[in-house]
C-alpha cells in the first residue's frame, strides 16, 4: 500500500490538491473568481457536488471581492465560520469578523423574544453601521431575519453568503435570500456549513 502513497511536500499539498480538483472538473470553468470560490469549497468538502449546486448572481464574487477592498465587515451565525475566516487578511483590508452567539445578551434577548440567537445576531450585525457581508453556515433563521431586515429596510448587506446545512426550511431560507435583491452566493438544496461559509470568504480575501 505504501507504494500508491503519492510523495508531496507539505507546502505543495494545497497545490497538487487544486490540480487533482481542477483535473476531475473535466475542463469547466468559471470566470474568477467564482472558479477559486467553486475549487475551494470542493477542496473544503471533497464533494464535487459544489460544481453544480454554487449560485452565484450576477457578479456576485466580484461585488464581494470589491467590498472586502473598501473595508467590508464579516458577520458570521457561528464562531466555527468566524475562527476559520483568515481574520488577519481580512483586517489588513479595514475590516473585521464578528459573531455575536456567545453574548450573554443575545442569549437572553432571543430568550425574552422566543427566537433564536442567530435571528439575534444578523440584528446586531445590522447595527454595526458599516458595509457587511453576512456568511452565514448554519441557521436558516439567520437568512430569514436578514430577508426580514432587507424588506423592513434596516441593511442592505453587500454581499449573503446563504450557507446553512441541514433539513428544516434550509432550502426555503436560501430561496428566499435568492429572491431579496441583494448579491448572493448560495449553494442551492440542504448542502452548506460553517466551513463552506469560512471558504466562500476567504476564497475572495485569498483573490485580492
Not at 37 to 49: G, L, M
Amino acid at each position: 500500500m505504501l507504494d500508491r502513497i503519492e510523495i508531496v511536500k507539505p507546502m505543495d499539498i494545497e497545490k497538487r490538491s487544486m490540480e487533482i480538483i481542477t483535473s476531475e472538473l473535466g475542463g469547466r470553468t468559471w470566470p474568477e473568481p467564482e472558479f477559486s470560490i467553486v475549487k475551494r469549497c470542493i477542496h473544503t468538502s471533497a464533494d464535487f457536488d459544489y460544481a453544480d449546486n454554487l449560485c452565484f448572481s450576477e457578479n456576485a464574487a466580484n461585488i464581494g471581492v470589491e467590498a472586502l477592498k473598501r473595508g467590508a465587515h464579516i458577520v458570521t451565525d457561528t464562531r466555527m465560520a468566524w475562527s476559520g475566516i483568515n481574520k488577519k487578511k481580512l483586517e489588513s483590508l479595514g475590516g473585521q469578523a464578528h459573531c455575536f452567539m456567545q453574548d450573554e445578551d443575545v442569549a437572553q434577548e432571543a430568550k425574552e423574544r422566543g427566537c433564536t440567537r442567530a435571528a439575534i445576531c444578523v440584528e446586531r450585525g445590522a447595527a454595526l453601521g458599516v458595509p457587511v457581508i453576512y456568511a452565514i453556515g448554519n441557521a436558516p433563521t439567520a437568512l430569514i431575519r436578514i430577508y426580514e431586515l432587507i424588506q423592513e429596510g434596516k441593511v442592505k448587506p453587500e454581499l449573503i453568503i446563504g450557507a446553512p446545512v441541514g433539513f428544516v426550511n434550509v432550502v426555503e431560507s436560501k430561496e428566499l435570500i435568492m429572491e431579496a435583491g441583494i448579491p448572493y452566493i448560495v449553494p442551492k438544496g440542504r448542502k452548506g456549513g460553517s466551513n463552506i461559509a469560512a471558504t466562500i470568504c476567504n476564497a475572495m480575501l485569498y483573490s485580492i
